[in-house]
Structures are given as structure tokens and as C-alpha cells.
């Protein structure tokens, strides 16, 4: 059974600071997608990942793939109250079954 | 913008009632999902359709079932509520070839 791990569970921090979210496996997934969710709402893509070693960068998010595609991370710089929220990582099975492994999520709360 | 509606924010229900939950996409998705999300258990599929009338069961089937007679459409039924099934239900679609999921604002059931 494929599992994502998510680190740290929760985080309060001041604005401006810097933060990093982490999300690992023992599998390798073919991409991986993270996601932010507001209380009350479905998540939301923030961006997918694809490559081993891939970097993307949405603003002040860093999202990076591992080399062996079995985790990735999430950088916040300068973290603002706008980022607060529940942040998700998901796996795509690789064995073709169309199924996706969430993550248990980070929750973040950005103190202004 | 991809557009998943959801037929109820919340719902209160008897235990025993037969409770229908709806989903709704408009951007001609091949793939729909129906999860379900609880603290500390993060977001865990029930079951997911990859074309009309096709169904595949997910994670935690038991207690529902669903139903997809049009491309747009895909309905989740408990077919006799138990305390057990209160939580938050998300519906998600996405193209068949990608992996990045959209997913509506929810329902939160209670039953009683």
C-alpha cells in the first residue's frame, strides 16, 4: 500500500517567516500534486510535479520533486495570512488504477 | 475555470435515511471521485467513475454506492445513514490523460 507522509502536521508562524513543508514515501509516484484547503472548502491545485529533481515556483511557493519521485517539498517565503490553510500532497498510483494518495496535510496558520 | 458544484454545503440526517449527495462538473471531465475527508485520516476515496456508467470501488466502499447516468453527473448514496458516515464529502473530477484533480466545496453531513 502506497502512503504520503506529511511534516510537520501543524505550524503557527509569524508573518514574514520561512517555512517548508515536507512529503515522503517509500513509493514512487509517477507525479505529484499539492494542493491548499480553506476551512469549509474542496482543496485546491496549486501545482503539479513530474520530473525527479523538479523545482517549480508559484510567488513565494517553492514546490520541489525528489530525485527518486518518492517525496517533495513545499518552501514558503516571506509566509503571509493569505497562506494559511491546509496544505495536501498527492501521489498518482503508479499501478494504473486511477487512484491518488493524499497526504494527512499540513496545517498552517500565518499569525499577521 | 473548471467549475465542480455540489448539491448541499451541509446536511443533517436520521440514521437509517437514505441520503443522496450530488456532483456536478462542467468542463467535460472523463474521471469523477468521491472522497471523503476526517481528521487525522486525511482524504480517502470511496469510489471513483471513469466514464458513464462505469464505476470502480476506492478505499472505503462499504455503506455507499453510486450512480452515473450522464458525463456531468455523479451521485453518491448512503443508502441507510449511519453516525458513523458523519463527515465532509468531497467530489472531484479531472481529463482522463492528467493527473490534477478539481474538486467542489463540499458537503458536511451530520447524522444523528
Known amino acids: 500500500t502506497q502512503l504520503l507522509e506529511q511534516s510537520p502536521q501543524f505550524l503557527s508562524i509569524q508573518e514574514g517567516e520561512n517555512l517548508t513543508v515536507y512529503c515522503n514515501s517509500s513509493?514512487?509516484?509517477?507525479?505529484l500534486q499539492w494542493y491548499r484547503q480553506e476551512p469549509g472548502e474542496g482543496p485546491v491545485l496549486l501545482v503539479t510535479v513530474v520530473t525527479g529533481g523538479e523545482v517549480k515556483k508559484l510567488k513565494r511557493l517553492t514546490f520541489q520533486f525528489g530525485d527518486a519521485r518518492k517525496d517533495s517539498s513545499l518552501h514558503i517565503t516571506a509566509a503571509q495570512p493569505g497562506d494559511t490553510g491546509l496544505y495536501l500532497c498527492?501521489?498518482?498510483?503508479?499501478?494504473?488504477?486511477?487512484?491518488?494518495?493524499f497526504g494527512t496535510g499540513t496545517r498552517l496558520k500565518v499569525l499577521a | 475555470d473548471v467549475k465542480v458544484t455540489q448539491s448541499s454545503r451541509y446536511l443533517v440526517k436520521r440514521t437509517g435515511e437514505k441520503v443522496f449527495l450530488e456532483c456536478v462538473q462542467d468542463m467535460d471531465h472523463e474521471n469523477m471521485f468521491w472522497y471523503r475527508q476526517d481528521p487525522g485520516l486525511g482524504l480517502r476515496l470511496i469510489y471513483f467513475?471513469?466514464?458513464?456508467?462505469?464505476?470502480e470501488k476506492g478505499d472505503i466502499p462499504e455503506g455507499y454506492s453510486v450512480s452515473r447516468e450522464k458525463k456531468e453527473r455523479f451521485s453518491l448514496i448512503l443508502e441507510s445513514a449511519s453516525t458513523n458516515q458523519t463527515s465532509m464529502y468531497l467530489c472531484?473530477?479531472?481529463?482522463?490523460?492528467?493527473?490534477?484533480?478539481?474538486f467542489g466545496p463540499g458537503t458536511r453531513l451530520t447524522v444523528l
Open positions: 472531484a473530477s479531472k481529463n482522463g490523460w492528467r493527473d490534477e484533480q478539481f
Open positions: 513509493s514512487v509516484f509517477s507525479s
Open positions: 498527492a501521489g498518482a498510483d503508479t499501478s494504473g488504477t486511477y487512484k491518488y494518495i
Open positions: 467513475s471513469y466514464d458513464v456508467k462505469m464505476k
